[in-house]
């Protein structure tokens, strides 16, 4: 599941990272095995600790 193109800043996101990622004071870790749940603001400050996004309904 590639990254989307268009991001809603307000959407739920469904990731796997490649890098660790700072959610206000919450470190969200990189596994392989772990995807997260991220809002669309989140994801796009870290687009390249990203590998793989979707939008969760």
């Known amino acids: 599941m590639p990254i989307p ?3 809603d ?3 739920q996101y469904r990731v796997t990272l490649t890098d660790v990622v700072m959610v206000g004071k919450t470190r969200l870790l990189p596994r392989p ?3 997260h749940t991220i809002k669309g603001s989140v ?3 870290n687009l390249d600790k990203v590998s793989d996004a979707a939008k969760v309904d």
Do not use: F, R, Y
């Open 5 to 7: 193109k268009k991001i």
């Open 9 to 11: 800043p307000q959407a």
């Open 33 to 35: 095995d772990l995807q």
């Open 43 to 45: 994801l796009e400050a």
